[in-house]
């Protein structure tokens, strides 16, 4: 990506990360309003794709440079085709690693199924799979995944655990600084001994998301669940 404008400031830099906004994506430009992000970052299910024209997901990068994963409630083949002003693909590929305004950002899409028979169904080979690739490129300071690791910011509405151990396992491997999940509907987060965070940004469309902050000092990456406003 071309770190001119925003991104390029030495310090500083906004991050917003937001998910499971399933067709609300007015959500989205009133947490962009808020906060006034440099770069923002989903956890997929923007919302089907009778619900979100591609003009829809333009308007929101035409604001903000935007990565995606994917989810079991997204246009696809739209998000696979957007790009950032700078030519950058919206949509990370699965097991791949970007690099935005000095971060280290990788993706694991889709939720876990024992088959294939959804394209967004996700086997514990392909976690695995994914996980190593991103591993084998190095330290990532943020994974981006729609599914939860099991254990961990995984609790479900219900109180349940709504995690998958295929996502613990990729955690535990790529060992991100800050794991992004979502799918649950639930803001909540997990803090490791040793800083690291895992943090379910939450529904969107109910007023959920993350807010992290990166300077190019070497101080780590600081992250905290935030509430978007209301109309």
């Known amino acids: 990506m071309s770190e001119s404008g925003p991104l390029a400031r030495k310090r500083g830099v906004l991050i917003l990360a937001v998910g499971d906004m399933h067709g609300d994506l007015a959500s989205v430009h009133r947490a962009i309003d808020q906060f006034a992000p440099d770069l923002l970052l989903s ?4 919302g089907d794709p009778n619900q979100v024209a591609e003009g829809d997901l333009l308007a929101i990068i035409d604001r903000v440079p935007t990565y995606t994963t994917f989810g079991n409630h997204d246009p696809f083949v739209r998000l696979k085709r ?5 030519g950058s693909n919206m949509l990370i590929d699965q097991g791949a690693v ?3 305004a000095g971060l280290r950002i990788a993706a694991i899409g889709g ?4 088959s294939h028979s959804k394209p967004y169904y996700v086997t514990d080979a392909d976690v695995a799979e994914a996980a190593h690739a991103i591993e084998a490129a190095g330290p990532v300071d943020v994974l981006l995944t729609h599914g939860c690791p099991i254990g961990l910011a995984d609790r479900a509405p219900s109180g349940r655990k709504g995690g998958q151990r ?8 790529v060992k991100p600084w800050i794991h992004l999940c979502g799918h649950l509907h639930v803001a909540q987060e997990h803090v490791l001994k040793d800083g690291r965070k895992v943090m379910n940004v939450g529904q969107c469309s109910l007023g959920s ?4 902050e990166h300077n190019e000092t070497g101080d780590p990456l600081a992250a905290r669940l935030v509430s978007v406003e209301a109309v």
């Open 111 to 114: 939720i876990w199924a024992n």
């Open 82 to 86: 957007s790009r950032n002003r700078d």
């Open 98 to 100: 970007v690099t935005v």
């Open 209 to 212: 998301a993350v807010v992290m």
């Open 43 to 46: 956890c997929g299910d923007w």
């Open 166 to 173: 295929c996502f613990l396992l990729a955690f535990q491997a």
